[in-house]
């Protein structure tokens, strides 16, 4: 009977610091954090894509450099 009753504190112990763990744990994201997609453009000059961060935009077109949209512009 002994035994039993030492089977339960353990038990009851085990329970509380494997809560304690659980409550301790840091909440991470799941994944690391990777840069956001970016649409791409492509050159209505030369047809690269590029990113529309990169894009040299005009008249709703969208160039991958200066010199394109300056060609395409006359
Ligand atoms: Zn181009």
Known sequence: MKFL???A???VAYLVWRGKRVAKA???P???ALPTP???LAC???GVHV???DAWISDGRSYCSRE???QDGN
């Open 5 to 7: 009753v030492l089977l």
């Open 9 to 11: 504190v353990l038990l």
């Open 26 to 28: 840091p909440s991470r």
């Open 30 to 32: 799941r994944t690391p």
């Open 38 to 40: 970016q649409d791409m």
């Open 44 to 46: 209505a000059r030369c």
């Open 51 to 53: 990113p529309r961060s």
């Open 68 to 70: 394109h949209q300056q």
